[in-house]
């Protein structure tokens, strides 16, 4: 009971975490989103290093890393690095031009993202729950597609790159900090060449308080994710699947009220039928995981 409170705590804060990180990444609004996204790469670098330090980690480390070339697993790696840049840069970059509340969107369609993907690549059948949950999700994305007359690519980036990074996270067994530090290690390199080579302005040309939030930035990536790791190892699937709909409902929140963006009637139609998806895909699976607890108690 103490280890599920403990990760339902480190769920409910690593949720809440990234709910409101809208709002700093609104503060670089000044700062263009491949910038801040090196800058990420680099500082999540410099954080994770200091982690490995402190837990004096650095052995297991490097013996985790040679344990994954040897087994060829570290191509994984690789495609799980190019992912959460994709989506640490979409979400940058939503954020930074009023498109807050799509990011939302894209975070609450991800759980059903995940049942497709799961058919996909798992062959696991839909359940009937499922199939409706998807069909009222794809309503609300064709509304929105209607009435703004275009696909809202960057929502569905968003959400693919990350259900897809989750996918390859389950083929690698690695702790969360050297997980971390391995993706960053192999996104750096990019970064860096990046801010040598291609950016117009230097990290020197900003003001103090951007500087400073562009170092922060580094702990801001690394803290949710290694809270969230703690939860997924001690709290049940149910549980972490209600709480997981803070992050995007804290979302919509900071976007409406704090950074002021329209919500106007086709947006409320689009979120009620994902909403109503959402209900319908939550409903089904408490149903479902009380049928195997029954039939594990028989």
């Not at 290093?49 to 013996?63: H, N, P, S």
């Not at 059903?112 to 994305?141: C, D, M, Q, R, Y």
Request: hydrophobic content about 60%.
């Amino acid at each position: 009971m103490e280890e599920k409170s403990v990760g339902i705590l480190s769920g409910l804060v690593s949720y809440l975490f990234w709910g409101v990180l809208g709002l700093f990444w609104a503060l670089l609004a000044i700062v263009p989103a491949l910038d801040i996204l090196a800058y990420r790469f680099v500082f999540s670098l410099v954080f994770m290093a200091l982690i490995l330090t402190v837990q004096r980690d650095w052995r297991a480390f490097f013996l985790a890393v040679n344990t994954l070339i040897q087994s060829k697993k570290i191509i994984w790696v690789a495609l799980a690095s190019f992912l959460i840049a994709v989506n640490w840069g979409t979400y940058i970059y939503m954020v930074g031009h009023g498109q807050a509340t799509e990011a939302s969107l894209g975070y609450y369609i991800m759980p059903l993202f995940n049942v497709a993907i799961a058919l996909i690549f798992f062959k696991e059948p839909l359940t009937k729950t499922s199939v409706l949950a998807i069909l009222f999700a794809a309503i609300g994305v064709v509304w929105f597609t209607i009435q703004t007359g275009s696909l809202p690519i960057n929502t569905l980036i968003l959400a693919t790159a990350f259900c897809l990074y989750g996918v390859i996270k389950k083929k690698i067994q690695l702790p969360a900090s050297f997980s971390l530090m391995l993706e960053t290690i192999m996104c750096v390199p990019f970064g860096l060449v990046y801010l040598f080579f291609f950016t117009d302005v230097s990290f020197w040309s900003y003001s103090p308080l951007v500087m400073v939030l562009l170092v922060l930035s580094g702990i801001v990536t690394a803290v949710p994710l290694l809270l969230f790791t703690v939860a997924a190892k001690n709290v049940d699937f149910v549980t972490l699947s209600f709480i997981q709909y803070i992050n995007p409902t804290m979302q919509l929140i900071v976007a409406v009220f704090f950074l002021h963006e329209a919500f106007d009637p086709h947006k409320w139609f689009v979120f009620t039928f994902i909403w109503l998806g959402i209900a319908i895909f939550t409903i089904g699976t408490i149903h479902e995981y009380r049928q195997v607890m029954f039939q594990k108690t028989k």
